[in-house]
């Protein structure tokens, strides 16, 4: 029921015109949002009740694919991502974090943003 309330609220918010009028520019902030929410769905997923160490584990990589796709759509996601990181490492004891699951979420990351990752001008050009 709840899954369908929200596929439901989904598809009203992005049939909006205006959004439709974004899709294509540089300024298309709602679909680049997807993967930022997705990542924290992932974390979310991380901490439930009862969740195995390794669906744990497997969660922390996929939050961090999903961020490292939306910094790779548009740079400017690189603030949520620095926040992301940031809250995860200033929360280390409190979650559990570890070294693996924060090399499982970097590695995730990377991989994501060289997935989907712009071209910087002029990298990889000699002098």
Not at 30 to 37: A, E, G, Y
Not at 93 to 101: E, N, S, T, V
């Amino acid at each position: 029921m709840a899954g369908g309330i929200a596929l439901l609220c989904g598809a009203v918010g992005f049939s909006d015109p205006h959004l439709l009028q974004e899709v294509g520019t540089s300024g298309s902030d709602t679909l680049v949002s997807l993967p930022v929410l997705a990542s924290l769905y992932a974390l979310c997923v991380a901490h439930r009740l009862g969740s195995p160490p390794t669906v744990q584990s497997g969660a922390y990589g996929v939050a961090g694919l999903f961020m490292g796709i939306a910094c790779g759509l548009k740079l400017t996601c690189l603030v949520y991502a620095t926040g992301l990181t940031l809250g995860l490492l200033s929360l280390w004891h409190f979650l559990c974090f570890g070294l693996k699951r924060f090399l499982l979420y970097s590695m995730g990351g990377i991989l994501g943003f060289l997935l989907t990752g712009e071209r910087i001008p002029g990298a990889g050009q000699s002098a």
